[in-house]
């Protein structure tokens, strides 16, 4: 289809192979090419949860290879306190092309294995103690590296335009502690524009890359998940020792004539 064709519903008409190839467009096709040319990782949704010991994946859109896979349900998933590093991975099997349809086989699993694999998109991980209790909400933007019976984000995949990129959550807490600091210099101004500005999307990492590499005076150059927030903490460290207290800047702006 080239152009706009809409097919009627209305009663009287005759549904066609035409009116079908037309709901096809708009419900599929459409929402491939809104994400062409994305990395592989989470588009939006994919929240987790947890609730006596089962940990339950939301509903959500997921880029793999091009393919845009849908979670129309709830996952539940069980897990133990086993003290080790558990992670959360979609798994992915081939497309496959059939007479009635094109397919995409996906579940979900929780597996020791924390290197990346080239069939799977990790959305999280943990590593629980006996007796302890799984915690998905942080305090503050450090907490998300806690190594104890914390839900762990940094390692996340998310679909990014040309490459995953970091979990938006965490952009989202870097920008939330920021207030209340004094944020005047050009490049963080920018940078977190950009985050308020996501709309619960992801931010391309090159963007995010670069802001790090200016910001701490590095040359700009591809960063791990890891050395993304390793380098977003020390940037957040740098904003709040530039900290000018309320009381100063009313003190330096008052006026005195003699």
């Known amino acids: 289809m080239i152009g706009l064709k809409i097919p009627v519903f209305e009663k009287g008409n005759i549904l066609t192979q035409e009116m079908l190839d037309s709901m096809k467009a708009y419900a599929v096709d459409a929402i491939q090419l809104s994400y062409e040319g994305y990395g592989n990782g989470i588009i939006n949704g994919c929240e987790i949860t947890i609730t006596d010991h089962i940990l339950t994946i939301h509903k959500g859109l997921v880029s793999y290879k091009g393919n845009i896979c849908f979670i129309t ?52 991980r943990f590593r629980l103690q006996k007796g302890a209790v799984l915690r998905t909400q942080h305090r503050n ?90 380098g977003l903490v020390e940037v957040l460290k740098k904003i709040k020792q530039g900290k000018v207290e309320p009381e100063v800047r009313r003190r330096s702006s008052r006026m005195i004539i003699d």
């Open 141 to 230: 933007f450090q907490d998300y590296e806690t190594a104890y019976d914390t839900l762990n984000m940094i390692e996340a995949e998310y679909a990014g335009y040309r490459e995953s990129t970091i979990c938006p959550q965490l952009l989202y807490q870097f920008a939330e502690e920021t207030n209340g600091f004094d944020v005047t210099n050009g490049a963080d101004m920018a940078f977190l524009l950009q985050i308020w500005n996501m709309k619960g999307q992801s931010l391309n990492r090159k963007v995010i890359e670069t802001y790090i590499a200016v910001r701490l005076g590095r040359p700009v150059s591809h960063l791990t998940n890891r050395e993304i927030y390793e």
């Open 73 to 124: 349900e709830n996952i539940n998933l069980q897990y133990q306190p086993t003290d080790t590093w558990n992670v959360v991975k979609l798994i992915f099997g081939e497309l496959s092309k059939e007479l009635m349809f094109t397919t995409m086989e996906m579940y979900a699993e929780i597996s020791e294995r924390t290197e990346q694999e080239a069939s799977a998109i990790e959305i999280a």
